[in-house]
């Protein structure tokens, strides 16, 4: 049983290249969750999609990024004409329901590097 | 000031010895709390949940204070396996976005 898989675990990009970031949740799941770390900080939260819906958007930055939860497929997180600043790990998460007392299990991160 | 902080460290003690984190959090509205654990250019790792009346795993201890509003992670007899980062996550009642702390470094040195 799969845990939640993100690919590709390390991306290059240089400034000005899109970066798309895949996120499969654990099966079952249709909730998926993205955080990002920027170094030295702690994980932010990003954007919170059910199957085709994007429910809280909130820690989006306003340009360059989206994200999609289509009905078949993986989570993508899509950032365009990447800059430095987004040099970072960015992970994901899924659970079954939303609410999630739990705790989130995460992927093991796609690690972004813009030159 | 941050919804949730951590003493970023680093913590170098001893094998063996006894440390303690604490995290704090500003939401008095905060209704689960978490330890988890980082290890260098890796996930965050689910560690434990915090619950009211205290829990154990083994060497490890979590305890929640509500009054003061801080959580705390205790560790017995420290291994060198244990260095690592520390996160504590904080969810909102109502809510579903866990806030995180920037971490504690702990080295546990030979």
């Known amino acids: 049983n799969a845990g939640v898989m993100q690919n590709p675990r390390h991306l290059v990009r240089r400034r000005g290249q899109e970066a798309r970031l895949r996120c499969s949740p654990m099966?079952?799941?249709?909730?998926v969750y993205w955080y990002r770390q920027l170094p030295e900080e702690g994980l932010k939260f990003m954007v919170y999609?059910?199957?085709?819906?994007?429910?809280?958007e909130s820690g989006m930055p306003k340009e360059r990024f989206s994200a999609e939860f289509p009905k078949e497929g993986p989570s993508i997180l899509r950032i365009q004409q990447v800059v430095r600043g987004d040099s970072a790990a960015y992970f994901c998460?899924?659970?079954?329901?939303?609410?999630?007392?739990?705790?989130?299990?995460f992927g093991s991160g796609t690690r972004l590097t813009v030159v | 000031r941050k919804e949730v902080e951590q003493d970023p460290g680093p913590f170098n003690v001893p094998e063996g010895a006894t440390v303690a984190f604490n995290c704090t959090y500003s939401n008095s509205a905060s209704q689960s709390f978490f330890w988890y654990r980082q290890d260098c250019r890796k996930e965050p790792k689910l560690l434990m949940s915090?619950?009211?009346s205290g829990n154990e795993d083994g060497r490890f201890t979590a305890q929640l204070n509500r009054a003061s509003q801080y959580i705390s992670l205790l560790i017995r007899d420290s291994k060198l396996s244990d260095s690592a980062t520390y996160l504590c996550?904080?969810?909102?009642?109502?809510?579903?976005?866990?806030?995180f702390g920037t971490g504690t470094r702990l080295k546990v040195l030979a």
């Open positions: 998460a899924s659970s079954q329901n939303s609410g999630t007392e739990n705790g989130y299990t």
């Open positions: 915090v619950y009211s």
């Open positions: 099966k079952g799941h249709s909730h």
């Open positions: 996550a904080v969810l909102t009642s109502g809510t579903y976005k866990y806030i």
């Open positions: 999609l059910q199957k085709e819906n994007i429910i809280d």
